[in-house]
């Protein structure tokens, strides 16, 4: 059974970069699209983005011009890296996989079990 | 316009039924999911594909589409399914995700 775990620091001061890694196991990551999604303390959630095997990419437009996505199926790990960080993007970070092989589809099944990250000096 | 719309907070007898709605221009063409996440943990799927259930989710969760409007129903709602729900789908572009505000949802 495919397990998610983000891993990264809990803790960015604001204006500095904000990087976290997904890490796969119990399944291949190939064909899949692998997506990060937050939530503030107390609301609800937002998508990020989602990146493809291949390493192809697409952004949530509100975010787009401060995020980044990488992949490396060799190790099975998926990154997240969001620039010029301030207050507003505390909250805890998800990684997630859609349902279906090549299909992108918003079905997220499973997701990681999510990590805090707090932006403060 | 790409927004989904979840209704206010809601409660539910237990072992009644609740109907929670998700408006949206994108569900015309694009099928809806609902994702159950209960306090301090990460979210889960409970139906995709309109009314599709991953496995180990209880027949009582079921999901329907009328026009630009999805709907979860929990028939026979449990102690356990007290929790926040949130529907997503992908946005007129197709190329983006996007979530409805979450219903609190309330097993009295």
């Known amino acids: 059974q495919v397990q998610l775990q983000e891993s990264g620091p809990g803790l960015v001061e604001p204006s500095e970069t904000l990087s976290l890694t997904c890490s796969v196991s119990g399944d291949s990551m190939r064909s899949y699209y692998w997506s990060w999604v937050r939530q503030p303390p107390g609301k609800g959630l937002e998508w990020i983005g989602y990146i493809y095997n291949i390493g192809s990419t697409h952004y949530n437009p509100s975010l787009k011009s401060r995020v980044t996505m990488s992949i490396d199926t060799s190790r099975n790990q998926f990154s997240l890296k969001l620039s010029s960080v301030t207050a507003a993007d505390t909250a805890v970070y998800y990684c997630?996989?859609?349902?279906?092989?090549?299909?992108?589809?918003?079905?997220?099944?499973?997701w990681g079990q999510g990590t805090l990250v707090t932006v403060s000096s | 316009s790409s927004e989904l719309t979840q209704d206010s907070p809601m409660s539910v007898a237990l072992g009644q039924t609740v109907r929670i709605t998700c408006q949206g221009d994108?569900?015309?063409?694009?099928?809806a999911s609902w994702h159950q996440q209960k306090s301090g943990r990460a979210p889960i799927l409970v139906i995709y594909?309109?009314?599709n259930r991953p496995s180990g989710i209880p027949d009582r969760f079921s999901g329907s589409i009328s026009g630009n409007t999805a709907s979860l129903t929990i028939t026979g709602a449990q102690a356990e399914d007290e929790a926040d729900y949130y529907c997503n789908s992908r946005d007129s572009s197709g190329n983006h995700v996007v979530f409805g505000g979450g219903t609190k949802l309330t097993v009295l």
């Open positions: 994108s569900l015309s063409r694009y099928s």
């Open positions: 997630a996989r859609d349902l279906h092989t090549s299909a992108f589809d918003g079905w997220f099944d499973p």
């Open positions: 594909g309109e009314n």
